[in-house]
């Protein structure tokens, strides 16, 4: 439990150092993300953005398992 607080707080303080540069990865806009949109409302449900985050987070926990 220690070592996966450790790597997820290493994870954090690299996310926030890079940011800047991060912002500019168009996740959360990708085709397929649903958006709608009303006068007083709107809906955002990142549907691929979601699959595509799982998919990688999925690889590195199975490169770490290894």
Do not use: H
């Not at 800047?20 to 709107?42: A, H, M, S, T, Y």
């Amino acid at each position: 439990m220690a070592r996966t607080l450790i790597l997820c707080g290493i994870f954090f303080i690299l996310a926030g150092l890079l940011w800047p540069w991060l912002k500019q990865i168009p996740l959360g806009r990708l085709p397929g993300d649903i958006v709608i949109e009303k006068e007083n409302f709107r809906l955002y449900f990142p549907l691929t953005s979601s699959i595509l985050v799982s998919l990688v987070f999925s690889l590195i926990f199975y490169l770490f398992k290894k």
